[in-house]
C-alpha cells in the first residue's frame, strides 16, 4: 500500500518530460545493490555474482526484451518492458536449453542469445526494437515502493533461506531441508540429460514439473557459475525480485492503476499468514512464506503465470477505462509461449488458468447470449497445453494426487466418532473459517471490486476471480500424501491478489483522499502493522498442531482484531466530528487494515528461522560435509553420462527394518544418475502404501547394487559396468564397511575415515 504516497491518479501516467539519468534509474539501481549485498554478505563469490548478473542481461532480459517489444503494439513503460521481457526470455531460454542439451551439446548453449541478437541487428525492421520511443512516466513514488517491496522480501530470504543454508556444507552437523538435495539433483540432470531422469535411479523416467530446474542447469551452464552457487545463492533471490516486478507491472497493466499493481505485490510479497505462525506450525501451509526457496519451481511458475495474466487479460477483454496501450494480437503469442513453458513449471499453474478461462466462458455466454469466441479459441489453446502436460510430460502419472474433498481440514476435525453430528458439522463451519482467515484474508478486497460493479464485474475480472476461487477449490477438492495441493492454492493467489488490490484501489480512489491523506493512510498502516508484528513477537501464536485446537489461537486473534474493529466504528462519528477529513473514508481504513493484518507472517517466520532452520516443521536431514566433498570430488573426475553407484538408500531406518528412501545427496552433489540411492520421489512411487518406507520396485537391481559392496564379484561389477553403466562406487563407511576385496576389484580413488570412492576397471 506503501505506493499511494506517490499521489498518482488512477488511470494510466501521461508522457513527461524524462527525469535525469541517474535518477531515472536510481530504483534499480538500489534494488540490485540490496540484492547483490545480501548475496555477498551471506557467502556469494564476488566472481559467481558478476559472471551471474552478466549471464541475466545478456543471456535473459537482452534477447526476451527485443522478442517482447517486436509482439507488442505500442510501449508503455520500460519497467514493464524489461520485466515481461525477461521472462519471455526464460522461455526462450527453455526452448535453447532442450535444442542444445537434447543434441549433446549443452557447451553451445552459451551461444543461444545470438539466435535473437543477430536477426534484431540485421534486419531493418527490427533494429527499431533496440531503441524504442514513446514510454510513459513511471511515476517515482511506484517505482520505490516497488524496490521497498523488494529489499524487504530479500532481507526474508536472507534470514529465512540464505543464511541457514551454506552453499556447501562446512561441518559433519550440517542439517538441511530434506527436498533441496532433490531439487538440486534435477538440475543437476538436466545439465547434460533432455528430458531429466529420475537422478536417484539411472534410467527411470521422470514425469515431473521439471521446467524450473532445466532454467537452473542452463543458467549454470551460460554463466559458468557452479550449480550449487546457483541453486543456494543466485536463483531464488532473482527469481522472487523479478516475481515482485512482475506482480507490480501486470497489476498496472490490467487494473490501469499503477499503485494497485504495488499493492498486489505487498499482498504478495510483504504481507503473510494470517496465523502468525513460529517456524513449527503452519496450519493449512503457506501462499509464499518458506515455499519460495522450499520449492522454488513454484515462483518460476509465478515468472511464467504472472505475464500469462496480463497477455490472456486482453484476450477475454480489457477493463473499461483502463488506457494502458493494449498489446495487440501479439497478446496471443505470447499467451502460446508463456502457456508452453508453464506445462511443466508446475503442474498447478495451467489447470487454474483453463478454469478462470471457463468461467469467463460461462459468464459471458450466460449474460450476452452469445459464444465468446477469443475465450472459447483462448481456452482451447489452455486444453491443448493442459492435455501435452498430462500425456508427454507427466505420462498420466497422478503423483499421488486423489479426489478426497476437505482432506487438508480433516486432521482438524476428526472422524467424528462418538460426537454428535451438529458438533461435527460446527467444528467443520469453525474450520473453514479459519482456513479462509490464514489463507485468504489478503483477497478481501475483490469482495469491494465485485460490490462496485453491483456483483457483475467485467470479462477480465472475472478471470482473475475464477482463478482465485479456482485454487482454493481444488486445494479443497484433492489431496496428496504431501500436501502438494496447496500449489493449486497458490497458482490461484497470483489472480487474487490483483484482483484484491484493484478492489482496494478503487476504495481508495472513492475516498477522495488527497495526497496527503494518502501519506497518512500509508503511514497508520505501517503503524498498525509494526503493532502487530511487536504484540506477536512478543506472544506467539501457540497450540497444537492437530485437532480443532489447532486453529482457536488464529480464531482468538481474529474475535480481538473484529471487536477492535466494531470499537473503532463505533468511536468513528466522534472521530469525524474531531477531524471531518476522515468523513467517507471509514472504509479505505478498515478495508487496509483487513489487508495488511498478515503483516508479522514473514517478519516471524525470518525471525523463527533462527530457532527452527530449514522449514521447521518439515522433514530435515542431515547433510555431512564429508559426503558433499566425496560427491564433489566424483563431480569432478566423472563424465556427465557417467552412473554411480552407493550403499546408501536411507535417510534413516526405522525399527531396523523399515528404509526411509529419502535419500539424495550423492546424486545432487555429484550431478549423475545413481543406480539406486533413495527412491521415495520416483514418479510410481509417489502415492503408494507405505510412503517413504515402500520397498524398491527391482529387487534385483538392488540386490546386484549391494553386493557390489557387500560381497563383490568380478563378474558382478562387470555386470554392473556393462549392463547399467555404473563407472564409480561411492562407500559411506558409517552406513557400513565396504568388503575387504573390493580394492582387489576396483581402483580405490578417493578415501578418507568416512568416505571412499572406486573407479570400476
Keep these: 500500500m506503501t505506493a499511494l504516497a506517490t499521489g498518482a491518479a488512477p488511470g494510466p501516467t501521461t508522457a513527461a518530460r524524462p527525469r535525469p539519468g541517474p535518477v531515472r534509474w536510481a530504483p534499480a539501481l538500489v534494488g540490485y545493490a540490496v540484492v547483490a549485498t545480501a548475496l555477498l554478505a551471506t557467502g556469494t563469490p564476488p566472481v559467481a555474482l558478476a559472471r551471474w548478473t552478466g549471464y541475466a542481461l545478456l543471456a535473459v532480459l537482452l534477447p526476451g526484451t527485443l522478442v517482447y517489444r517486436a509482439l507488442r503494439r505500442r510501449p508503455h513503460t520500460l519497467v514493464e518492458d524489461l520485466a515481461m521481457g525477461a521472462a519471455f526470455g526464460l522461455v526462450l531460454e527453455l526452448a535453447a536449453w532442450a535444442v542444445t542439451v537434447g543434441l549433446g551439446a549443452p557447451g553451445w548453449l552459451r551461444l ?20 524504442p520511443t514513446g514510454y510513459a512516466r513511471v511515476p517515482a513514488g511506484w517505482a520505490w515502493s516497488v524496490t521497498a517491496v523488494l529489499a524487504g522480501f530479500t532481507l526474508y530470504l536472507v534470514e529465512s533461506f540464505l543464511r541457514v543454508n551454506p552453499v556447501l556444507p562446512t561441518e559433519e552437523g550440517q542439517a538441511q531441508y530434506i527436498d533441496l538435495a532433490f531439487q538440486l539433483s534435477i538440475a543437476g540432470a538436466a545439465t547434460h540429460q533432455m528430458p531429466p531422469q529420475v537422478p536417484q535411479v539411472a534410467g527411470e523416467p ?19 557459475v557452479d550449480l550449487p552457487t546457483v541453486f543456494f545463492r543466485l536463483a531464488v533471490p532473482a527469481l522472487c525480485a523479478l516475481a515482485v516486478v512482475l506482480v507490480a507491472v ?19 510479497f510483504a504481507v503473510g499468514e494470517f496465523g502468525y505462525e513460529n517456524g513449527l506450525r503452519q496450519l493449512f501451509g503457506t501462499q509464499v512464506t518458506f515455499i519460495v526457496w522450499g520449492s522454488p519451481s513454484m515462483t518460476y511458475s509465478w515468472v511464467l503465470l504472472l505475464p500469462l495474466l496480463a497477455a490472456l487479460g486482453e484476450v477475454v477483454g480489457r477493463a473499461r477505462g483502463v488506457t494502458v496501450p493494449p498489446l495487440g494480437r501479439g497478446a496471443w503469442a505470447l499467451a502460446a509461449g508463456f502457456l508452453a513453458a508453464s506445462t511443466g513449471a508446475k503442474a498447478s499453474s495451467v489447470p487454474v488458468v483453463l478454469a478462470a478461462l471457463g468461467l469467463v466462458a460461462v459468464v459471458l455466454t450466460a449474460t450476452r447470449r452469445r459464444l465468446p469466441r477469443a475465450v472459447l479459441a483462448a481456452a482451447g489453446l489452455t486444453l491443448a497445453a493442459q492435455l501435452f502436460a498430462t500425456a508427454v510430460l507427466f505420462a498420466f502419472v497422478s503423483h499421488g494426487v486423489t479426489v478426497e474433498p476437505l482432506a487438508g481440514l ?29 489463507l485468504q484474508l489478503r483477497l478481501a478486497g475483490a469482495v469491494a471490486v465485485l460490490r462496485y460493479r453491483r456483483w457483475r464485474p467485467e470479462p477480465v475480472q472475472v478471470f482473475l476471480l475464477g482463478g482465485a476461487l479456482a485454487g482454493p477449490a481444488v486445494y479443497l477438492l484433492v489431496a496428496h500424501p504431501g500436501s502438494s495441493n496447496q500449489y493449486f492454492l497458490r497458482a490461484g493467489f497470483t489472480f487474487g491478489v490483483i484482483l484484491s488490490a484493484w478492489g482496494w484501489a478503487e476504495v481508495v480512489d472513492r475516498a477522495g483522499l ?21 504484540y506477536q513477537w512478543r506472544f506467539p501464536a501457540s497450540g497444537p498442531t492437530q485437532g480443532y485446537g489447532g486453529v482457536l489461537p488464529l480464531l482468538v486473534w481474529a474475535a480481538v482484531l473484529t471487536l477492535l474493529a466494531l470499537l473503532l466504528a463505533l468511536g468513528w462519528p466522534a472521530l469525524v466530528g474531531r477531524w471531518p477529513g476522515l ?41 555431512p560435509a564429508s559426503r558433499v566433498e566425496a560427491a564433489r570430488w566424483v563431480r569432478a573426475h566423472s563424465a556427465p553420462g557417467d552412473v554411480l ?19 539424495f545427496w550423492l546424486s545432487g552433489y555429484a550431478e549423475r544418475s545413481v543406480l539406486v540411492e533413495g527412491w521415495a520421489f520416483a514418479p510410481r512411487m509417489v502415492g503408494r502404501p507405505g510412503g517413504p518406507y515402500a520397498a524398491f520396485w527391482d529387487p534385483d537391481r538392488l540386490r546386484a547394487n549391494d553386493a557390489a559392496f ?8 562387470a555386470d554392473l559396468r556393462d549392463r547399467y553403466g555404473v563407472r564409480w562406487l561411492v562407500v559411506d563407511r558409517s552406513v557400513e564397511l565396504e568388503s575387504p576385496d573390493l580394492p582387489e576389484l576396483a581402483d580405490l580413488r578417493y578415501d578418507t575415515t568416512r568416505m571412499a570412492v572406486y573407479r570400476l576397471r
Design 410 to 438: 480433516r486432521g482438524y476435525v476428526g472422524d467424528g466418532v462418538d460426537r454428535p453430528a451438529a458438533v461435527t458439522g460446527l467444528l467443520w463451519l469453525v474450520v473453514l473459517v479459519a482456513f479462509l482467515l490464514n
Design 710 to 717: 557387500t560381497a563383490p564379484t568380478e563378474a558382478g561389477l
Design 645 to 663: 553407484a552407493t550403499n546408501v538408500h536411507c535417510w534413516r531406518v526405522v525399527d531396523d527394518r523399515w528404509c526411509d528412501a529419502r535419500s
Design 583 to 623: 468523513a467517507g473514508r471509514g472504509g479505505a481504513v478498515l478495508l487496509t487494515g483487513v489487508l495488511v493484518a498478515g503483516a508479522p507472517g514473514l517478519v516471524l517466520d525470518a525471525a523463527a528461522a533462527r530457532t527452527y532452520p530449514n522449514g521447521g516443521a518439515y522433514a530435515v536431514v542431515p547433510m
Design 112 to 131: 543461444w542469445p545470438l539466435a535473437v541478437v543477430l536477426p534484431f541487428a540485421a534486419v531493418p525492421g527490427l533494429r527499431r526494437h533496440w531503441r
Design 514 to 534: 488527497a495526497r496527503r491523506g494518502r501519506l497518512l493512510l500509508v503511514g497508520a498502516a505501517a503503524g498498525f502493522a509494526v503493532l502487530l508484528t511487536a
Design 250 to 268: 501486470v497489476g498496472w497493466r490490467i487494473t490501469g492503476r499503477p499503485y494497485a499493481g504495488v499493492a498486489a505485490a505487498v499482498l504478495m
Design 206 to 224: 521422470l514425469h515431473y514439473h521439471w521446467f524450473g530446474f532445466a532454467h537452473l542447469a542452463a543458467s549454470s551452464l551460460v554463466s559458468g
